[in-house]
Each structure stands twice: as C-alpha cells, then as structure tokens.
C-alpha cells in the first residue's frame, strides 16, 4: 500500500477562502476597538481589498503562480544586526531560486515597503529605511513582471498569501492540475501547489480558520521553510539556500488499499499509524483483509 497526500477538499477550500474574508474584516474591527476614534469602514475596506485581490487571481492571465512568497517574512529574515533592514535583495534571492526550480513565484509585501521610505523594526532597533537605486530597480522589475502584490495599508498581509494558497487561478490555470506527482520529468518538488515559502508559523491564525485536522493538512501540503545567509545590503558570503519541501504524503493516520499478492492474501486494507517516539517517516502497519 502506498501512503497518499490527503487534500483539503474543493468545499473546504471555499470555506477557508470565504474565512478568509471574513477574518480580514474582524481583524481590523478588533484593531479599532484597541485604538480609539479609528473609523469603522476600515473593516470593510480590507474586505474589498482581499476580495480584489481574489478576482485579479481568478482573472489574471498567463502562467499560474506555483509559489507564493511572504515579502516581509523574507526580507527581514536574519536581519537582527546592526545594519539590518527590509532588505529587498533577499526577496530578489529567493525569487531566483524558485525560478532555476521551474516554478513562477508571486511576492506579497505591505504598501509601506513599496514607498521610497518607511519606518522599520530591524537591526538593533527602530528607524527610518530609504530604499537605495538597487532596491528601487527590484520593486520596480517585480512589477513590471506581474510579481508583485502591494497589500493596502491596514490590511494583514498574512490574509492575503494564504488566501492565494487556495484561490482556483480560474483563467490562468485554464483546468490544469497545478500539484507535481514524484518524480517529475522536470525534476521538481513533489507536491500541492502553490507552495507558501515562509517561516512564519501562523499560530495567530489557525484556530480561526479550520477545525484542527484540516489546518495540519493545509499547512502541510503548502507550507515550505527557507534557510540561507543574511544579506548585508547587496552582499552575502555563501549563496545557498534551504528549502523544506512541503509533504508529499499526509503525515496522519490513514487507510490504503492493499492489492492481493501472488500466493499470498487477497486484497484488503492497510492501515498506517504514525508513532510519537519513532522517525518521521516510519509507520506501524496493520494490514485487514477483505472479507469474502
């Protein structure tokens, strides 16, 4: 028997899309209580912007995305010394890899961190970040490229890769199957796309989104961790980068149909049980055969 990734599925998708929405409505509604005299179309506004942004997904056309990055995740990674800042030649780092990897990324970044200056929180404390001409001509072919989503002020940026995760790309996708099965003519990743390339956990979110069973399985078909060297401005002294690849078979218990072999029992099910103390990939197997 082989084990299988189990997917969220197309219903639950339209659940977690439309929580979505609604927690990018809250969210704001729940800052303004905190802040007083705030106006109260914020809430509505961010909405309509994630709703916005749904429909430029479904309309766009032209190759779908197959990974979506966290901007700011990106950017400020490793970024806790002296010089540290919101350092666009990571994102252009991380975007190079994906593309010599066969897959066509989309970036997220807050509208803060598209303006030539902004106030940031890296490095050894607070201050304000003027973008040098090299981090102007990233943004700038981002853009031009079709790569780059500006999330408007007072709206979770968070929401909004999520979001893309499950959105059905409608024209760009044309019907087609985004997910890449083992080995792959192309030597890609194995796997659910679009992959979310962060290192953000999302404990923030989870709870509110999906009963737990169905949150492990989204956050493991989609999520993938990165790893490289900090860059100083432009400059990085090793150039290699880490991915953890996303499960490609679900990490729960499972049944799975288990063919009669030659001599041997007929057909039943096997059934896979993962054990707290053993490797990651190791199974307790209990085969049950079909009754006759």
């Not at 929580?19 to 007083?36: A, P």
């Not at 001409?133 to 790569?147: D, N, Y």
């Not at 890449?180 to 979110?205: A, K």
């Amino acid at each position: 028997a082989t084990l299988r990734l189990i997917l969220i599925a197309e219903k639950q998708r339209e659940q977690m899309h439309e929580s979505l929405l609604q927690l990018s409505k809250t969210s704001i509604e729940e800052l303004n209580r905190s802040q007083r005299g705030r106006s109260g179309s914020d809430s509505e506004f961010a909405a309509r912007e994630l709703t916005r942004f749904s429909r430029w997904l479904d309309e766009r056309t032209g190759p779908p995305f197959t990974a979506v990055v966290d901007g700011a995740n990106v950017a400020y990674y490793m970024q806790n010394f002296d010089q540290g800042r919101f350092n666009y030649h990571q994102i252009q780092f991380v975007v190079d890899a994906l593309l010599s990897m066969k897959e066509n990324p989309l970036v997220i970044v807050p509208y803060k961190y598209t303006t030539p200056s902004f106030l940031v929180h890296a490095g050894m404390g607070r201050g304000i970040q003027r973008l040098g001409e090299k981090e102007k001509a990233i943004l700038e072919e981002l853009t031009r490229q079709g790569r780059l989503w500006s999330v408007p002020p007072r709206c979770l940026d968070d929401f909004y890769w999520m979001l893309a995760s499950v959105s059905d790309q409608t024209a760009s996708r044309n019907g087609a199957v985004l997910d890449v099965l083992p080995n792959d003519d192309e030597g890609r990743w194995p796997g659910t796309r679009p992959m979310l390339i962060s290192n953000d956990q999302m404990r923030d979110h989870k709870l509110e989104l999906m009963e737990p069973r169905l949150y492990r399985r989204w956050y493991s078909c989609h999520l993938v961790n990165y790893n490289f060297t900090a860059f100083v401005d432009d400059e990085c002294v090793d150039r290699e980068i880490g991915f953890s690849t996303p499960d490609f078979f679900s990490r729960e218990i499972q049944g799975n149909p288990s063919p009669a072999k030659s001599g041997g029992a007929g057909e039943g099910t096997a059934w896979h049980f993962p054990v707290g103390d053993w490797d990651l990939n190791d199974r307790f197997c209990v085969r049950i055969p079909r009754e006759t």
